[in-house]
């Protein structure tokens, strides 16, 4: 009884921790709000290990993490003004309108021969709220969105009203996308033999809980499509692996690039089989909510969202700086072609070993495709997190803590703080080396704390 009690309390202590994000910080709270998230990381570990050491049911930790998602459920989304895209683009399909269609500062003149519509959106275009009050941040280009996304989005906006009932839908399948996540990491963990309860290491994880059901990032639902591709691949279901990796696809669209980790682990033959029926299910898809003019819009502001945008970008930037030294010149149009080429050939080395498990090769080809990417919100790092508890990796826990960090931004006078990145960045990739390159009895020690054996 007394280790239930125990248990109990710490997880009273982080319930109010994610009750005060919920419905206090802003994202221009600084050094505040990170203080509170890094007490939060650390009490998931403490909570992890606790229920690991004392041998506690799974349940316990369900019940728990329930409850800290549930504190973030009637509170409208504090740190992201995302969600008033997703409502933009959920209303259009509910009036019959492609979410492709049209740019929504020219809602206007679509709108022009119809007095009712042109005066429902041009509401929502100026929906805003305290925490945001100039709303919508992408109304100069059209949705980057693709299927699974918008289908949400669509019910949400049939089942709610727009910006109020519509989010708590849109939280509904974010939870269910958790919930499976739970099960399917937790059989994961059951074949490798290890701690059932190591799957508190996601599940209580602050990024997981504030940026998917909190934020409404749908990085999380295509982390449940990544973690299914992973079950169905163990039990050797080719089939139902791509069907799950092609809904991952279409709700992020950079899954695509997990294809190649089935290199040199699966025969040619099954290697040919869930490539095909990845690429054909996502197609199909993806024929759902886009045609060839829509298409077109699709792309242009997917390649246009890589080339206005930068963010947190440690390599990228770095790379950028020295340039701007050497040369006195942005060079950031050729950084643009030059790094995916060495995204490119760092996957290729990581493929080439066989010897590497699957789950580490998902995490590796993210963990490096990020590193190269000139965009890095803290929701994208989600999907490292139970990749990390699958392969018993401490850098992406590390980078899980740090990229929240960014946040600060909001507050910096001058915008990002490069020095900040620079330190996440250097400590994340210090940690990889450590953990790849050195066997260092300290980092050992660390590795087993962090992940216990079971009791």
Not at 3 to 9: A, P, Y
Not at 435 to 450: D, F, H, I, M, N
Request: with cysteine.
């Amino acid at each position: 009884m007394q280790k239930e009690t125990t248990f109990w309390l710490y997880s009273g202590i982080a319930l109010s921790g994610f009750a005060v994000f919920a419905s206090v910080f802003q994202r221009t709270d600084g050094v505040w709000m990170y203080l509170t998230y890094a007490l939060l990381f650390a009490l998931g570990i403490v909570l992890t290990r606790f229920a690991v050491n004392n041998g506690l049911h799974w349940s316990y930790l369900l019940a728990v993490g329930l409850l800290f998602r549930g504190v973030c459920f009637l509170a409208p989304p504090h740190l992201s003004d995302d969600y008033f895209r997703f409502t933009w683009d959920g209303e259009l399909q509910k009036d019959g309108i492609s979410s492709f269609a049209f740019m929504p500062m020219h809602y206007d003149r679509y709108f022009a021969g119809d007095t009712a519509q042109l005066k429902k959106y041009e509401a929502l275009y100026g929906a805003h709220s305290e925490a945001f009050p100039t709303g919508m941040n992408s109304g100069t280009y059209y949705s980057i969105y693709p299927t699974v996304n918008q289908t949400i989005f669509k019910i949400s906006g049939l089942l709610g009203s727009p910006n109020e009932e519509n989010l708590l839908v849109m939280r509904i399948f974010l939870l269910l996308g958790e919930l499976a996540s739970f099960f399917v990491l937790l059989r994961l963990l059951r074949w490798q033999e290890a701690a059932p309860g190591l799957v508190g290491l996601y599940w209580f994880n602050p990024l997981c809980i504030i940026e998917t059901v909190g934020n409404l990032h749908f990085d999380g639902l295509a982390t449940t499509f990544v973690l299914l591709t992973l079950f169905f691949l163990h039990r050797t279901a080719y089939v139902r692996a791509g069907i799950a990796l092609a809904l991952a696809v279409c709700t992020k669209l950079n899954p695509l690039f997990l294809i190649g980790a089935l290199f040199r682990k699966v025969p040619a033959r099954v290697f040919l089989l869930v490539g095909t029926v990845t690429f054909l299910t996502s197609l199909l898809l993806l024929s759902f909510v886009l045609d060839a003019t829509t298409l077109s819009n699709f792309k242009e502001s997917f390649g246009l969202y890589f080339a206005w945008f930068e963010f947190n970008a440690g390599p990228y930037y770095l790379a950028r700086e020295a340039g701007r030294l050497v040369t006195g010149a942005d060079i950031s149009p050729i950084l643009s072609n030059v790094f995916p080429v060495v995204t490119v050939l760092l996957f290729g080395i990581v493929l080439w070993n066989s010897r590497t498990m699957l789950a580490e090769r998902f995490l590796l080809l993210f963990f490096i495709y990020f590193s190269f990417s000139p965009i890095v919100h803290p929701w994208y790092i989600v999907v490292l997190v139970p990749l990390a508890v699958v392969s018993r990796k401490l850098y992406p826990l590390l980078w899980s803590l740090l990229v929240f960090g960014t946040y600060t931004t909001y507050r910096a006078p001058h915008g990002e703080m490069l020095w900040f990145v620079f330190l996440e960045y250097g400590l994340v990739y210090l940690l990889l080396y450590l953990e790849t390159g050195r066997s260092l009895p300290r980092v050992a020690q660390l590795k087993k704390w962090c992940f216990p054996a079971p009791a």
